[in-house]
């Protein structure tokens, strides 16, 4: 709860690291991190349908471990309506733990 917090905090205007946002356009310029073929009802592949919330490059860098890098949000709503989205998550991206040591 606490990484998905501190993500969100970055869509804040005032953020000290803000998130970058990228609004799929069609299901040809897909890619970032969301596969066209995840993309399964036909209105998520119009513009504004997925959209990308990532870290900058150098942020997700120095990252601690656990913490979110990027979120792709896809719109599951049934008709073409856009005043009544259903938005869910369709992939999340976290710094992984390091390995453990080795035991001696």
Do not use: C, I, M
């Not at 990484?3 to 005032?14: I, P, Y």
């Not at 993309?39 to 592949?45: A, E, F, I, M, N």
């Not at 656990?66 to 949000?73: D, E, I, K, M, N």
Request: proline residues 10%; glycine residues 6%.
């Amino acid at each position: 709860r606490e990484a998905a917090a501190a993500f969100a905090r970055g869509l804040a205007e005032e953020s000290a690291s803000p998130l970058a946002v990228t609004v799929y356009e069609d299901g040809d310029s897909l890619g970032q991190r969301l596969a066209a073929g995840r993309l399964l009802l036909p209105q998520l592949r119009y513009s504004g349908q997925a959209v990308e919330f990532a870290l900058a490059p150098a942020d997700a860098d120095a990252a601690e471990p656990g913490t979110l890098t990027a979120v792709v949000l896809v719109n599951v709503a049934q008709g073409f309506d856009l005043e009544r989205p259903r938005w869910k998550v369709a992939h999340a991206e976290a710094v992984p733990a390091p390995p453990p040591e080795p035991s001696e």
